[in-house]
């Protein structure tokens, strides 16, 4: 946040003295000074969010500049709002979500600052553009904005471009021009003790190259189970065929928001409405339970249960203990030969 906020100001402050109420910003429809003013908006109503607490609403506030205030103003208002945002993501506990409308009316502390450093990102660029100033943010910031809540949006060899026209601001070779467009926070879904917590590419990176993926895991976590399942979710990604509502999921325990293991899908439905589930827990974490409630609450949500959606689970015929996880879940037994067994559900 402090990065991207510092880049857009020391820009923009080159051209405080120019008329920023009578040139439009870019491709908007609002002039260089709203945008700069909305940018400050967005960012204390994200801290708002967070630091209240709010979840079924924004909290109901704005900010509002003192009559008078020039140019300069305005930018000391947005680093000052950035700087509130950034402290709040700091001193915010992860398992904490806030409301946001888009897609599944929550966000955690990352999502929210990435949704921040979004805004400052693409409006500064709005309002270059009408300045007629060169900005080029730098591309590790907006390839982890991409990884983060743009999770649907194949990631492209320049970050800043692919972010451009994800943000419908620009074109890329053989992808259509956007008109719409929505960033993706991730899904995370109640399963009594535990919380389904959907992971992004970037959280997907880290685990895969050997890190916690920003959880905090029991002593023996994650299996390696885990790590390769975030790979693969990597690799979808890399490929533009990612979808998070079918991704990999970390089973967080709410008694002390600790990942206990991890579990999804092997991708979207195939052409018969066929979609392959898996899991592993932590060794730590295993005969308590954890992996039933987890794949009970998985299998029973919306998408999951849409008629003609068959859910199939392959189990080792040596892991007794998986199999009855399935078998409490509502799985039958359908298919089987010396090495493995198939269990599916029907939607």
Same mark, same amino acid.
């Given at each position: ?6 880049? /857009? ?8 003295d120019?008329?920023?109420e ?26 708002? $969010?967070?630091?209240?607490?709010a ?8 900010i509002?500049?003192?009559? &008078?205030? &020039? ?24 398992? =904490? ?22 805004e ?22 907006c ?18 471009? !692919? ?7 620009? *074109? ?12 993706? +926070? +991730? ?9 389904? $917590? ?31 399942? /975030? ?13 998070? *509502?079918? &991704?990999?999921? =970390?089973?967080?325990? +709410?008694e002390?928001?600790?990942a ?6 092997h ?7 066929r ?16 992996? !039933?409630?987890?794949?009970? /609450? ?24 998986? $199999?009855? =996880? ?13 090495k493995?067994? =198939? ?5």
């Amino acid at each position: 946040m402090e990065e991207a906020v510092a880049g /857009a100001v020391a820009l923009l402050r080159t051209a405080t003295d120019r008329d920023w109420e009578g040139v439009r910003a870019g491709r908007l429809e609002w002039s260089c000074r709203y945008t700069a003013e909305h940018v400050a908006g967005d960012l204390i109503a994200y801290a708002g $969010q967070l630091a209240g607490r709010a979840t079924e609403a924004y909290v109901p506030f704005e900010i509002t500049l003192d009559e &008078g205030t &020039g140019n300069e103003g305005v930018l000391q208002v947005i680093e000052t709002t950035g700087a509130l945002l950034a402290a709040t993501v700091r001193t915010t506990p992860r398992e =904490v979500r806030a409301f946001h409308p888009y897609p599944f009316r929550s966000a955690d502390r990352e999502g929210f600052a990435a949704m921040g450093v979004t805004e400052v990102l693409v409006h500064t660029h709005d309002i270059a553009e009408g300045l007629g100033l060169a900005y080029e943010p730098p591309a590790e910031l907006c390839a982890d904005v991409l990884a983060r809540i743009f999770p649907h949006v194949q990631p492209g060899t320049d970050p800043w471009r !692919t972010l451009l026209w994800a943000t419908g601001r620009g *074109e890329l070779p053989g992808r259509a021009p956007l008109t719409e467009w929505r960033w993706s +926070n +991730n899904l995370v879904l109640p399963a009594g003790r535990l919380t389904l $917590q959907g992971l992004t590419p970037a959280s997907a990176a880290d685990l895969a190259a050997g890190g916690d993926g920003g959880f905090a895991w029991t002593d023996s976590g994650p299996f390696q189970g885990t790590r390769e399942g /975030a790979g693969l979710l990597w690799k979808a990604y890399e490929a533009g065929v990612h979808r998070p *509502e079918w &991704g990999v999921f =970390v089973l967080v325990r +709410n008694e002390d928001g600790r990942a206990v293991g991890a579990m999804g899908f092997h991708g979207p439905p195939d052409e018969e409405g066929r979609a392959e589930i898996g899991y592993d827990l932590a060794e730590d974490a295993r005969g308590e339970g954890y992996a !039933t409630e987890a794949l009970r /609450a998985l299998s029973a949500w919306p998408p999951a249960r849409r008629d003609g959606t068959t859910l199939l689970a392959k189990i080792d015929r040596d892991n007794v203990r998986s $199999q009855g =996880v399935v078998t409490r879940a509502g799985y039958r037994l359908v298919a089987e030969d010396e090495k493995l067994l =198939v269990y599916e559900l029907r939607g």
